[in-house]
């Protein structure tokens, strides 16, 4: 009889490959020449899965086309409806009767990735969001996009929205090349609404170097969604990821691939094939055991997060922390609670915005006051400052 010693050795040998091949079953990738399309890595380009808020990329290149047909200008006025107001987070907080200019809808959904937007968007264009989902899809279809088919602006969770790495390359490069004089705003750091600064989600953007966009992405049942592009010595190159961890794993392999890509590029190497090499193989194995390694250290904190469903994640960055200064009965309280906070705490706040979202406690509709967009530390740091002025305070964790 086997001792319990070596059954234990030999359960764990035989879980870890599932538990490997688990995570290894989100992952996808492709890094390509933003010039001529030819694959400079890849691993798993053509797995479908949800593309989350990849999804505005499409949204946004249907709004680019109006605009160029003159159907619309940047300084349009679009009406919000019931509809828009209904979407999860992450989203302006947009009023029923509201209007939102072109601009600030192409800004919102560039940073904030703002899901009611979105929507506004669509109706505006599509004349409702559905229609608009088919003009997606039929566009999707015109660019070479064989395997992508979209049921909603925004990204938010919906079985029959499905893509892959490369339909959305194959996007990206299409909307650099058709609508480049609209592309800058996608390199877009920070933007005002209502007087309040709102940071892009793309943190990848700020640090690798010639990055200038394009769009995150996140729901639980697709992880950590990345399209980024970066141009050195003349040459773009475009990247994307499926299926990260973590928005932090996510960038760093993404880092990591385009470093490739221009490498391959500058030698001329092209993996026609888009197979995966050996030493790629090898440096994803590190990749998963590192995100395995760290999901582990936080098994007891992810749980609660693990258990929310998708509809209440939405897209709303779960790596950021918030803090709660208030919950209000109408929306211009709760907002200028959430102003007078960030108003206080100065320079904590560079990179934090406003976030007024409507919630249910009981039968009763309140609105939450919050401040989003910051560290652990920084959260911890800014609600001390608020506790010491007597100002109410708490720090929300990410996805809560």
């Known amino acids: 009889m086997l001792s319990r010693a070596l059954l234990l050795v030999l359960a764990v040998v035989v879980a870890a490959p599932a538990a490997h091949a688990a995570k290894e079953s989100r992952y ?26 990849l999804t505005k990329v499409m949204t946004l290149y249907l709004l680019f086309d109006a605009l160029e047909q ?3 200008n940047m300084n349009s006025r679009l009406p919000v409806s019931a509809h828009a107001t209904r ?8 009023q029923v009767g509201e209007r939102i200019d072109v601009e600030d809808a192409v800004l919102a959904l560039v940073t904030k990735s703002a899901n009611d937007v979105a929507v506004v968007v669509a109706e505006a264009v599509g004349g409702s969001e559905d229609d608009f989902a088919e003009m997606m899809t039929k566009k999707a279809r015109q660019l070479g996009m064989a395997s992508t088919t979209y049921r909603n602006a925004s990204g938010l969770p919906d079985p029959g929205q499905v893509s892959t790495p490369r339909d959305q390359a194959t996007l990206a490069r299409a909307l650099v090349k058709h609508h480049a004089k609209f ?24 640090r690798y170097q010639g990055a200038d966009g394009i769009k995150t992405g996140y729901i639980n049942a697709s992880g950590f969604n990345l399209i980024a592009s970066a141009k050195r010595d003349g040459h773009r190159v475009v990247g994307v990821v499926f299926g990260g961890d973590t928005a932090g794993w996510r960038d760093r392999n993404m880092a990591q691939i385009l470093d490739k890509g221009f490498a391959r590029l500058n030698s001329g190497t092209d993996i026609r094939s888009a197979r995966v090499e050996e030493e790629d193989r090898a ?33 709303a960055d779960p790596d950021t922390w918030s803090i709660q200064v208030g919950a209000f009965t109408d929306y211009k309280t709760s907002h200028k609670a959430a102003s007078s906070a960030a108003q206080k705490l100065g320079g904590l706040v560079s990179s934090a915005t406003v976030d007024v979202s409507k919630a249910k406690s009981g039968k009763k509709v309140i609105y939450r006051s919050r401040l989003v967009g910051f560290t652990e530390d920084q959260a911890r740091a800014a609600c001390k400052r608020l506790s010491k002025a007597k100002k109410s ?4 964790q990410p996805s809560a």
């Open 283 to 315: 440096e994803l194995d590190k990749l998963i055991a590192s995100a395995a390694s760290d999901a582990a250290g936080r098994k007891s904190v992810s749980l609660k997060a693990a258990s929310k469903r998708d509809e209440d994640v939405g897209d």
């Open 87 to 94: 979407q999860a987070p992450s989203k302006l907080s947009l």
């Open 28 to 53: 996808a990738s492709i890094v390509v020449d933003a010039d001529n399309g030819n694959v400079l890595y890849a691993v798993n380009p053509d797995r479908r899965s949800y593309p989350a808020s």
């Open 183 to 206: 592309y800058h705003y996608f390199s877009t750091r920070q933007f005002r609404w209502k007087g309040q600064p709102i940071s892009t989600h793309n943190r990848l953007m700020l």
């Open 70 to 72: 003159g159907k619309l």
């Open 393 to 396: 305070c708490a720090v929300v």
